[in-house]
């Protein structure tokens, strides 16, 4: 939780709040390919990429 805490206090203080888009994205990207690992959902997650 502190590393979420510490990437809004980077975000408000430098002002780069377009980067918080591209990191939800690529976390969510991440975890859909760490859980489709070894599923029944593979195949079709591999087509996307």
Avoid: C, D, N
């Avoid at 918080?20 to 990429?49: H, K, R």
């Amino acid at each position: 939780m502190s590393l979420l805490k510490e990437l809004f206090a980077y975000f408000g203080a430098r002002k780069k709040w377009w980067l918080a888009p591209i990191l939800f994205f690529l976390m969510l990207f991440g975890g859909l390919l760490v859980l489709a690992q070894g599923s029944a959902m593979a195949p079709f997650i591999y087509t996307v990429f």
